[in-house]
């Protein structure tokens, strides 16, 4: 079990490197964020490849392509309404946009974008505006996680084509 | 066959429509939120409903409680897709009622096997006595209202008639004919009968040999049971135009003259038991069956209504080894690699309350109003509470110790 306190969260680059595969953030008394490890899909450090994306689809490119468009589709209003909630200094719709992106991250990576998706949930729910901040990194993530679909599912087009 | 996928997550709904679309040949609904889901429900006839927990607008408990609250959509399979392990949600979900659940990530393989799974469960649901949380009233079942009270009448036609088949007599003679003619399943009595009245209707069935199995209900305008009803009636509903107000009253007291046979609680125990551990610790548990496994299990004697001369009164809260083991089973397939021991023991400190809270809810559902014994429940507690804590395989004790809490809870509800 990892230990991270909340101002870790901020920084991406520590969280890929710590949290791929993590599953859950418990928030004790003392401010500190537990990441415990998880099942699923092994994902890579950091790695946003065709094969650590398609892992939690047990080899069917088909479905994979699919759901991929609809997060690509997706995405810019999902993160619209995340930034939104930012703007506005709305904890309740920021805990809600980012409860979607995770769920919605999640059938992707068990990794750092899902991670932050988690903390500023969390955050949110206990009324802390760290969660603006946090939601900065996550939109960031979900950005990278979008990319990295796009460049997955073209190279298999590209391919078939 | 039609289902309605509800999440607010546009992509996990696709995920799940094409993995459903691989494995069932069904039309396929889809829904934002719970008010759109409610929306589908109403105008539409839906088979199967898929519920994520947490959505905008209305989230998932309140739709779970929306359907079971209906006559319509009460029995509804429902498939909660969950990634949430707060007990607190857990124990709504699971007292609510739901067919299954899957765990989010969804993964492909697991929604073709546990969708095929739930759906088989579901079909064998209604031969299983008292599992059906719908079986108040049926379209094949027969109730005659009788009334000297024709806005009455009327009311009752419009009110049930959606749920049952409905005749309504006028006087107590017309109501003794058309018992002996049609043989209704429950006799509605109110006032107003004319020379035959409601204490002579009631005696003259009672007397009858080939009429004595109908179930006989009273009808008055006040909260207590009429005098003329504290023999050979086996409840009473309370005169009101209030349509959901009286569905829920002659629901309550239906329940009560329905259970000719003992309700399979064991079933429901051991159901609750293995969605309440999944959804807690996220994981996909399965119950495994161990045939031939001796049944002596625990029993409670539950009392169903306050009345003597009802020879449904009585049913026989179960819990056997089967089920015992059953549950023991499911702890077994549990991957010790893919959850921490500390959630483990975490969440069998919850199970016994929110199977406790299934139980209670299950037993409010047949009409239960009156725990007459537990006497055997409790001689076994102390021994069963000594060994929860010892190991995955104690879950066995656990549901059992959940049985005994729920049978005190109703207990207590009645103190």
Partial sequence: ???????????????????????????????????????GPAVASGALDRASLMARFEGDAE?????????????????????????????????AAAHTLKGAVSNFTGGAAREAALVTEQQARHGQHEAFRT???????????????VRATASTTKRLA | MKA????????????????????????????????????????????VVFLDVHMPVMDGIEVLEALRGSAKHAALPVIMLTNEKDADTVRQVVALGVDDYLVKPLSPGQISSRVARAIAQY????????????????????????DGDAEFRAFFKKTVGPHATVMTAESGVEAMRLCAELRPHTLLVGSGTGLLTP????????????????????VSMDKERPEWASEGVAGHVTKTFSAAGFLTQLRRAYGTTTADTAPNYADTLATAAEQALGMMLAVHVERLQEPD???DGLTATVDLSSSTASANERVWLHCSNDSARAIASAFKTIDVDQVSEADVRSALGELIGIIAGRMQQAMREHGVNRVCSNARVESARPALEATTSVSLRAAAATVCVALATAVDMSADAVA
């Fill in chain 1, 1 to 39: 079990m990892a230990t991270y306190r909340a101002q870790d969260v901020v920084c991406s680059r520590q969280i890929q490197a710590a949290t791929a595969c993590s599953d859950s953030v418990d928030m004790p008394s003392n401010g500190e964020y537990q990441v415990k490890s998880a099942p």
């Fill in chain 1, 63 to 95: 479905l994979f392509e699919e759901v991929s468009a609809v997060f690509i589709h997706e995405c810019p209003r999902m993160l619209a309404e995340l930034k939104a909630a930012r703007d506005h200094e709305d904890l309740v719709a920021l805990r």
């Fill in chain 1, 135 to 149: 939601a900065e990194t996550l939109e960031a993530l979900v950005t990278e996680v979008k990319a990295a679909l």
């Fill in chain 2, 4 to 47: 309605l996928l509800v999440d607010d997550d546009a992509t996990s709904r696709r995920l799940l429509r094409l993995a459903l679309a691989r494995s069932f040949d069904w039309e396929i609904v889809e829904a934002n939120d719970g008010m759109e889901a409610l929306r589908e429900l109403e105008a539409q006839d839906i088979d």
């Fill in chain 2, 123 to 146: 079909a064998q649901r209604p031969q299983t006595a008292g599992a059906s949380r719908s079986s108040w009233l049926q379209a094949g079942c027969t109730v005659l209202l009788v």
């Fill in chain 2, 199 to 218: 204490p002579l209707l009631v005696k003259r069935l009672r007397a009858n040999h080939q009429l004595d199995a109908i179930s006989i209900l009273a």
């Fill in chain 2, 293 to 295: 496994a001796p049944h």
